[in-house]
Structure formats: C-alpha cells, structure tokens
T-cell receptor, first 114, second 111 residues
Framework: GAVVSQHPSRVICKSGTSVKIECRSLDFQATTMFWYRQFPKQSLMLMATSNEGSKATYEQGVEKDKFLINHASLTLSTLTVTSAHPEDSSFYIC??????????FGSGTRLTVV | KQEVTQIPAALSVPEGENLVLNCSFTDSAIYNLQWFRQDPGKGLTSLLLIQSSQREQTSGRLNASLDKSSGRSTLYIAASQPGDSATYLCAVHDRDDKIIFGKGTRLHILP
C-alpha cells in the first residue's frame, strides 16, 4: 500500500512556458500533500502544503502566483510552474500524507528550463 | 526555526571500510528522524526511521542512532560497497508535520 505516482519524471521546457507536475496517491486518500524543491547540492526545501479542497499554504519566499498548487481531490495534487525561467530548474518532489498520518514521497520531477 | 546540518558534505572511502555519517538538528522537539538515500537525479529511498522515543534502528548493514537531547544522529554503514555510493539525507519530522532536510552527505565508495 501507500503508493504515490509523480509525473513527469523529467521535463524540459522553454523559458516562458508553464509546466504541470502531478502527484497522485494510488491506493489511499491523501489528506495533505506537500511540495518540495531541491537545487543542486542543496537541501530539499518545503514550498507549500495543500489540503484537499482548500487553498495551499506557501512557505516564506515562495511565490504563490508562480507556483500554482491545485488539490482538487483526495488523490491528486498538481504543481504548475508558470512562466518558467532557467532559475526555476530544479528537482521537485511531493510528499503525501494519508489519514493514518503515515507519509510517502513521490519519485520526483527533474525540471530543466532552457 | 529547525535547522539540520550534515557533516561531512562529501566523503570518499575504500570499499570494505565502515563509516559514520553525522546529522545534527537545533530543536530537539521532533516527532521522528529519518535517513534517506538519493541517487543522482532520482527520488528518495527511505533507509531508517527512528521515532523520538527510540535510540536506534538497524537494517542490514545500516545502523542509525538518535540522541534527541543533544540534537544528534549518526548513520553507520558497515562493510561499505560501491553500490552504497549515493547522497544520504537526514530529515527531522517536527510536531507541525513539517519535514526539514539536511543538505546531505555525498558518499563515494572506491572499488
């Protein structure tokens, strides 16, 4: 149990375009989803926390208008990087918390903006 | 604000040696501590999770200890193998359900 699917695993996009990353819990209901990013040789940093049906809570310094998070169902959360720029190139990973407070990480998405 | 520090940042050791990776955290009010492995460009593989009430956990050649009062954890790897080469991340789970990661130790096992 507790399987999380994150797609795509890798994406290359042109500067100025938007990219959507999906995080899906396959066999359990996700009460909360967390989005992290990791720059090279840096820690994974929490970007935002989302609960199903409500607005995401963003960490300080994360632009909510640039990183759009939608958590419309108990099994799916999406992170959209809008108007991506090369400095947004990073590794993005979701963490999913189930009703029993256990959690599972997605497999991550490597975003490269050219 | 919780901060997690991992020392060393990078480590190269010959195959077969035992080694210790260190992790320290500033706020001892944690829910648990977890060690992960991350291969280049890949996601996270959970290695060991130590609850705040525990002192250590073992899995195969890996042993992780936790001294919550002093804000320290170590990951001991016995009889290292080239396949152990990866980045090892220490993460603390605080009581607000936030997970704070260290920057990791990049481990290279020399054949």
């Amino acid at each position: 149990g507790a399987v999380v699917s994150q797609h795509p695993s890798r994406v290359i996009c042109k500067s100025g375009t938007s990219v959507k990353i999906e995080c899906r819990s396959l066999d359990f209901q996700a009460t909360t989803m967390f989005w992290y990013r990791q720059f090279p040789k840096q820690s994974l940093m929490l970007m935002a926390t989302s609960n199903e049906g409500s607005k995401a809570t963003y960490e300080q310094g994360v632009e909510k208008d640039k990183f759009l998070i939608n958590h419309a169902s108990l099994t799916l959360s999406t992170l959209t990087v809008t108007s991506a720029h090369p400095e947004d190139s990073s590794f993005y990973i979701c963490r999913v918390r189930g009703a029993d407070y256990g959690y599972t990480f997605g497999s991550g998405t490597r975003l490269t903006v050219v | 604000k919780q901060e997690v520090t991992q020392i060393p940042a990078a480590l190269s050791v010959p195959e077969g040696e035992n080694l210790v990776l260190n992790c320290s955290f500033t706020d001892s009010a944690i829910y648990n501590l977890q060690w992960f492995r991350q291969d280049p460009g890949k996601g996270l593989t959970s290695l060991l999770l130590i609850q705040s009430s525990q002192r250590e956990q073992t899995s195969g050649r890996l042993n992780a200890s936790l001294d919550k009062s002093s804000g320290r954890s170590t990951l001991y790897i016995a009889a290292s193998q080239p396949g152990d080469s990866a980045t090892y991340l220490c993460a603390v789970h605080d009581r607000d359900d936030k997970i704070i990661f260290g920057k990791g130790t990049r481990l290279h096992i020399l054949p």
